[in-house]
């Protein structure tokens, strides 16, 4: 704890408590935050448990009863302060970040410009929510909607990206006009607490977000089965996706989900190899491959796989693993030492059927001291059946199969419960058109390794997620649209 309050420059940012109502609200000891970088205990968190879920729920109830009349144009001016705040605070929400999910400080500051970037386009996109005048086939009738906020909203963040999917989501709602409830990963809390801290600098009302730390079904029950809680936010597996789903179907509330996914990362025989390899780089080793639009496979035409995977061998061999604060790496730690046995799991497997491992394969705890995974790149082959092709990795493997027909790589692309990215490498415009149509995913990088911004849709199909988060799309899931229909106007 000691070395991370020392690289904070800003050390108020540093909390342990949960935020309710615009107070800091202790509970009883919870668990430790540990880094995963060298197991290090950074902070003691505590559980408020169903009673501060509750308390924190009925503050954002009584806060929506002013917010949501709040004029959209104040309501913008304090979240874009906000933002501001957490650009001037960059460098210490980055360290945060480093330091309890273990992402490379350059690539974790980054994520808080890219979360900031949603705050920013929220508070702007907010005041451009508008209705629309409708024809009726009534005589002397006019007819018009309005999109009003939602209400008061859960929302239940995951653990690689600690700051972004919270400004994602609640950038959003608060533009809208709703109030929030959030409760952070138990991994990675300290980020959530730090912008609830800035948050109640910017003058964001008292009980408008709110951020509680505590056992997850406790919370969690509490959230779908509160009749005043309205909708229901959530990143993460899809397993715990349906569980809430199931559970919010009882007060009938707005479920928005973003899940798992099993990226297909399609590469033509057309396509610049180079410029491909630097694309399944860049998506597949990010937050050391903890992302759920991380490539998952990477489906070759056969004439061009063998360049493809020497290319790729070459760069993962010059990848650079260990802490986030060392100076050049760029993968860091796996979440906990599950993940890593987990990974290796699914290496074993592919080991056992036959799969040729040209680099890494194994773990690097014991060397470096914390949870840490070789880059490795796999050759699969035509075997599709591995389970690195059925199950999503979560960590720095690149597996690569061999397909002979743009036919066969649409149907195994597809071949999944699940559709959130997919990603197209090709130099032919009619290809583009026809495969990216033909994939049933809700994103498509075409010669392009990311797929979000605060611009633009983001989200899945198929058991990857319900909703959008970014652009107009965002915000809009946080109102209702009302329709009136005004009678009598020729009288």
Known sequence: MTELLDR????????TQSFINGAWVEGKPW???????????LAQMSDVGAKGAEDAIAAAAEAFKTWKTTSVFERAALVKKWHDLIIEHADDLGHLITAEMGKPFPEARGEVVYGAGFVDWSAEEAKRSHGETIQTPFPGSRGWTIHQPIGVVACITPWNFPSAMITRKCAPALAAGCTVVVKPAPETPLSALALAELAKRAGIPDGVFNVITGDAPAIGDVFTQSDTVRMVGFTGSTPVGKLLMKQASSTVKRVALELGG???????????IEKAADGVIASKFRASGQTCVSANRIIAHAPI??????????RIEAIKVGDGLTEGVTVGPLIHDEAVARVDKLVENARERGAVIHTGGKSLAEELGG???APTLIEGGTDFELELACFEIFGPVCAVYRVETEDEMIELANSTPFGLAAYLYTRDVGRVHRISEALDFGMIGVNAPMVGSPATPFGGVKES??????GKWGVEEFTELKFVLLSGVDQ
């Open 371 to 373: 949870s840490f995974y």
């Open 465 to 470: 997620g319900i909703g959008r988060e970014g």
């Open 31 to 41: 668990i430790e935050v540990t880094s995963p970088s060298n197991r290090a205990v």
């Open 305 to 314: 796989a063998d360049k493809l995977i020497a290319a790729l061998k070459t």
């Open 262 to 272: 099993n990226a297909p990362f399609l590469i033509m025989d057309d396509a610049d």
């Open 8 to 15: 904070l420059k800003d050390k108020a940012l540093f909390k």
